[in-house]
């Protein structure tokens, strides 16, 4: 097993790298000696054109620099002289220049006005030059990241012409080798975690959350015909089956054997007109309809599938039969008191919205419910508590305690020996049915037949 996994990893890290291999081809590492030569051509007329672009730039970016320098130093110049006048004025004439509106006040005023245009003009010429220095910066660093990169190639693909094809591959792959590996640990390593953050600590959280149980006050008997030599054991490949004279059968026209010439035979659209889509999503739609002729057995069988067997669930009066509809063949009814269904949600329960089991469909007795099961069904009392692998399920009475409970080790989990979650019912009095043998190609989606597949997908998302 040890060999396996690792041939396994190994294959799926030689996946990667040929990932990773053709990705270095489309960005042109692995091209042929002609090709890099002209690439190295292009590479080296590129170069020398951003050379030419740093000098024009410098060039540039220097003349408007001098020309601003230029300019500061001659409203400097004008500044000193407009100040230094400015102070003689003001030494000369102490007292002229108190007297408002006078010769030398309004002097005064004037040069003021003029020496704080002269600052401003000049602090403006500033800015510009410090924008055009540093512009002129930026401009040439980039045009030299881009020459060095240019370089850069150059000297790369000067580098590969001189080496074969094969030292080029192996070059690559040596470069991608710590990508492919980081790569494959997160593959390995990323289920792990989910899977242990699942087991830990959301299986462990709703371990702990109270049951459902959908209808506590369903008193009546559940029961199951069961096979001689064991009590559990309810199912054979086929089962005949000999109606009262008030009952009728709905049957799965592919779950029909064989029956009396003498018996009456209809279409039933709906399992219950008065919940079509309850009945639809049930799979119990297009059924057919017997009623009885005589002592006459129905013999009914899964004739379409060789690892169904067949058995019947009887439901007394006040009992309650939570079933999953996946795995209802038909139905045995009175005629004047059809079996009853019922829709129950539980939109507040963690148990629900883990599973997605978020709404239940509960039949309701008197009446008996032909259920299918792959390689045999049985069926147990749930009182003390009992574990169920949560994909065998098919049903349980209504007033049983009803949650899910992870899976006895991390490691079953892990390798998918096991799901997650396992069905835990407990109390008194009731009993669960459920498959010897999970079937996964009839266990709900779209997979599934027809409408029933679409039907059982349908259900999975509503928790029935």
């Not at 069926?379 to 399920?393: D, F, K, W, Y």
């Not at 010897?436 to 349908?458: F, V, W, Y």
Request: net charge positive; hydrophobic share 45%.
């Amino acid at each position: 097993m040890v060999f396996t996994w690792l041939a396994k990893k190994a294959f799926m890290l030689a996946i990667i790298l040929v990932v990773l291999g053709v990705g270095a081809w489309f960005r042109g590492e692995l091209k042929r000696a002609n090709d890099l030569e002209a690439d190295r051509v292009l590479w080296v007329e590129k170069a020398k054109r951003l050379a030419k672009e740093i000098a024009e730039i410098k060039r540039e970016t220097e003349s408007q620099t001098q020309k601003l320098a230029s300019g500061i130093q001659n409203l400097e110049s004008i500044l000193i002289q407009r100040e230094v006048e400015r102070q003689a004025l003001w030494d000369a004439h102490w007292w002229a220049r108190k007297i408002w509106w006078s010769e030398v006040w309004i002097k005064l005023r004037d040069l003021d006005k003029d020496i704080l245009a002269l600052r401003g003009a000049v602090e403006a010429r500033i800015r510009a030059k410090d924008f055009w220095d540093k512009r002129r910066n930026e401009l040439a660093a980039l045009k030299e990241r881009e020459r060095e990169e240019v370089e850069g190639q150059i000297a790369d693909a000067s580098k590969k012409i001189g080496q074969s094809y094969i030292a080029r591959i192996i070059e690559v792959v040596r470069q991608e080798l710590p990508i492919a590996l980081g790569i494959l640990v997160g593959i390995v390593l990323a289920p792990i975690g989910i899977k242990a953050f699942l087991y830990f600590v959301v299986a462990q959280w709703a371990a702990g959350c109270p049951p459902i149980c959908i209808l506590p006050s369903a008193t009546g008997r559940v029961s199951a015909i069961t096979r001689e030599g064991d009590r559990e054991k309810v199912s054979e490949v086929s089962v005949p089956i000999v109606l009262g004279e008030h009952q009728e059968l709905l049957i799965q026209p592919d779950y029909l054997q064989s029956t009396s010439l003498r018996a009456k035979k209809s279409t039933k659209w709906l399992l219950n007109p008065s919940i079509p889509l309850s009945s639809l999503l049930s799979g119990m739609f297009l059924l057919t309809r017997i009623t009885p002729s005589a002592s006459d057995p129905v013999v009914i069988s899964a004739t379409k599938d060789p690892n169904s067997e067949i058995g019947i669930i009887d439901l007394g009066p006040d009992a309650a039969f939570v079933c999953e509809p996946r795995c209802l063949a038909g139905v045995i009814q009175d005629r004047a008191a059809p079996v009853r269904i019922t829709r129950h949600w539980r939109l507040g329960s963690l148990h629900g919205w883990l599973t997605l089991q978020l709404r239940f469909l509960v039949f309701h007795g008197p009446g008996q419910l032909i259920v299918k099961g792959c390689r045999g069904i049985r069926v147990e009392s749930a009182n003390p508590g009992r574990l169920i692998n949560q994909a065998a399920t098919l049903g349980f009475s209504a007033n049983l305690a009803y949650a899910n409970t992870r899976c006895e080790t991390f490691v079953s989990y892990w390798t998918g020996k096991e799901d997650l979650f396992n069905d835990l019912f407990n109390g008194e009095p009731g009993v669960y049915a459920y498959e010897e043998i999970p079937d996964a190609m009839q266990k709900g989606g779209i997979s599934g037949r027809g409408l029933q597949g679409i039907a059982d997908a349908i259900l999975k998302v509503f928790g029935v």
